[in-house]
C-alpha cells in the first residue's frame, strides 16, 4: 500500500507541490459539487434537441469523467472538465432548433470542432488561432451567451413570461411554480453568498424538492428516464454537405466556444493555484489543452455537446487540490453520477402546459422547468465577469461588444448575436481608420457573416 501511494505521490508530484493525499481528495469532490449541476441541468437542455434525458445524463457523466482522468493523468492538473454551459444552447437551440440539424449531426459538428482543437494543439497553432478573434468580441461573446442562458431561466422559472402585446412580461408571481422558483433562486443567492461551494447543485435540489412538497411541479410531466446508451456512437455528417455553409458556421461557434472558454479558464484556473511560471506561462499547457480537446471528442462519441474545462474547478483549488489526483477524483465521482438520474429526472421536468392552463394562455408557448430554473440564472450572472475586460470608452471595441450582447439577447439567438457582432467590429475598425488592428481572417469572416443574410437567411 505505501508502495502504491509512493508511485501516486511521484507520479503526480504531490509532495513537490506542497499538498497532501487528503487536500487532492478533498478537492476532487470540492469541484465535483460546484459543478455537478450539470448532470441535472445538461439532460434538460439537450432534450429540447429530442435526445433522450438517460442517454445524455449518462454521456454527460462518462465523458466528463474520460476528460477529468485525461486532463488528471495527461496534464496532472486539478482542473475538472464536462459539457459546458452555453455550448449546450448553442447546440440545442441554434444548430438543432434554429439551423434545423438533427442532433446525430449536431454530434457530428461537436466532434469536428474537437479533432480541429487537437491539431491545432498538436501543432502549436494555438497562439495564431487566438490573434485572429480581436479581444472586444472574446471577452462579450461569453457574457452574452451567460445573459441569454439567465433569460430562458427566467422563463423557465415564470418569473418571465410571453406576451402578445410586449413580446415578454413580469410572469404570475402568485402562481405556485413562480413562488417557488423565486424561493429556490433566494436560497441559491444566499448559499453563493455563505461561500457554500454546492450552492448551484444545493439549489437546484431544493427547488425540486419544494415543488414536490408544495405540489406546485407536476410529477406527471417527469420524463422517462434510465441509465441508456441510445446517444453512444450516434455521430452523422449528412445534413452537412447538405448545408456546407451553414455547417461550416457552426464547426466555427463551436470551435472558438470551446477554444475561449478553454484559455479564460486555464488562464484564471491556473493563476488562482500558482501555477503561472515566472515567464507568465503555463507549463504543460498543450496537454492541458489536449485534454479538453479529447474531452470534446468523447463527448460527441458518447452523445453530449462541447467538453470543456470548467472554472468551478476553483472549488477544489481552494480546498488545496494542486495536483491531477484531484480530477481524476472528480472523474470517479461523474461515473458514480448516473445512480442519481430518478432525482435527475424529477429535477429536469416540464410543468409549462399547467402554468400556462391557469394563465389562460396556450400551453404550446413554451416548456418550463423550474428546478433548474435558479441555476441558468445564476451562471448567467457568474459569466458577466469578462465585460469588465472590454475598453467601453473605445467605440470601436465598446460597440460591437454592445451589439453582440444585444443580438444575442434581444434577438434570441446565439449565432446570431455573435455574427452581428463580428460584422460591427469588421466594420467600425475600417470606418475609423483603424482595419489593421484586427487580423485580416477576422475581416474575412464578417464578409461571410454578411454573405450568410444575403444569400442564405
Known amino acids: 500500500m505505501n508502495s502504491f501511494r509512493s508511485r501516486l505521490d511521484d507520479f503526480f508530484g504531490i509532495t513537490e507541490r506542497g499538498s497532501t493525499f487528503g487536500r487532492e481528495i478533498s478537492g476532487g469532490f470540492s469541484a465535483f459539487a460546484a459543478m455537478s449541476y450539470i448532470v441535472f441541468v445538461q439532460p434538460t437542455v439537450l432534450a429540447i434537441a429530442g435526445m ?26 486539478p482542473f475538472a472538465l464536462a459539457p459546458g454551459m452555453g ?20 454530434l457530428g459538428m461537436v466532434l469536428i470542432s474537437g479533432v480541429l482543437f487537437v491539431a491545432l494543439t498538436l501543432t502549436g497553432a ?34 418571465v413570461a410571453l406576451s402578445p402585446a410586449t413580446m415578454v412580461r413580469i410572469g404570475n408571481l402568485h402562481h405556485p411554480v413562480t413562488l417557488v422558483s423565486l424561493a429556490g433562486l433566494g436560497l441559491t443567492v444566499a448559499l453563493l453568498l455563505w461561500n457554500i461551494r454546492s450552492a448551484l ?31 453512444f456512437f450516434q455521430v452523422r455528417f449528412d445534413q452537412l454537405l447538405e448545408r456546407p455553409a451553414n455547417a461550416l458556421t457552426a ?83 461523474f461515473l458514480l453520477a448516473p445512480l442519481l438520474m430518478p432525482v435527475a429526472a424529477f429535477v429536469g421536468g416540464n410543468v409549462g402546459p399547467a402554468y400556462y392552463a ?23 450572472f457568474l459569466m458577466l465577469s469578462p465585460l469588465a475586460r472590454i475598453n467601453w470608452s473605445d467605440l470601436t471595441e465598446g460597440l460591437p461588444a454592445f451589439i453582440t450582447v444585444l443580438g444575442m439577447v434581444f434577438g434570441y439567438g446565439i449565432t446570431e448575436g455573435i ?4 460584422v460591427a467590429c469588421s466594420a467600425c475598425k475600417l470606418l475609423a481608420g483603424r482595419g489593421r488592428e484586427i487580423h485580416a481572417v477576422f475581416h474575412g469572416i464578417a464578409v461571410l457573416f454578411v454573405l450568410r443574410y444575403v444569400f442564405l437567411m
Open 126 to 159: 494555438r497562439e495564431r488561432v487566438l490573434e485572429v478573434f480581436p479581444v472586444s468580441l472574446r471577452n462579450a461573446i461569453g457574457p452574452a451567451i451567460g445573459l441569454f442562458i439567465a433569460f430562458i431561466g427566467l422563463q423557465w422559472s415564470g418569473l
Open 251 to 333: 464547426i466555427a461557434l463551436l470551435f472558438f466556444l470551446d477554444f475561449f472558454d478553454t484559455v479564460g479558464s486555464l488562464v484564471g484556473l491556473s493563476t488562482q493555484a500558482g501555477f503561472i511560471d515566472e515567464n507568465g506561462r503555463l507549463p504543460r499547457a498543450g496537454k492541458a489543452f489536449l485534454s479538453d480537446a479529447l474531452g470534446t471528442c468523447a463527448g460527441a462519441l458518447c452523445g453530449t455537446s462541447t467538453v470543456t474545462t470548467y472554472v468551478e474547478s476553483a472549488a477544489g483549488i481552494s480546498a488545496g487540490a494542486r495536483t491531477g489526483l484531484a480530477a481524476v477524483v472528480t472523474g470517479g465521482c
Open 358 to 380: 391557469d394563465l389562460g394562455m396556450p400551453d404550446t408557448l413554451v416548456a418550463m422547468h423550474p428546478a433548474v430554473s435558479p441555476a441558468l440564472i445564476l451562471v448567467g
Open 419 to 422: 455574427a452581428a457582432g463580428c
Open 87 to 106: 455550448e449546450n444552447f448553442l447546440f440545442a437551440l441554434a444548430i438543432c432548433g434554429g439551423m434545423g440539424y438533427t442532433w446525430q449531426n449536431a
Open 52 to 77: 433522450d434525458f438517460g442517454a445524455v445524463l449518462t454521456a454527460t457523466c462518462v465523458s466528463s469523467a474520460i476528460a477529468c482522468v485525461l486532463m488528471g493523468v495527461l496534464a496532472r492538473y
Open 201 to 231: 447543485l444545493v439549489g437546484v435540489l431544493a427547488t425540486a424538492g419544494l415543488g414536490w412538497l408544495t405540489g406546485a411541479f407536476n410529477a406527471t410531466d417527469v420524463p422517462d428516464a434510465a441509465i441508456s446508451f441510445d446517444t
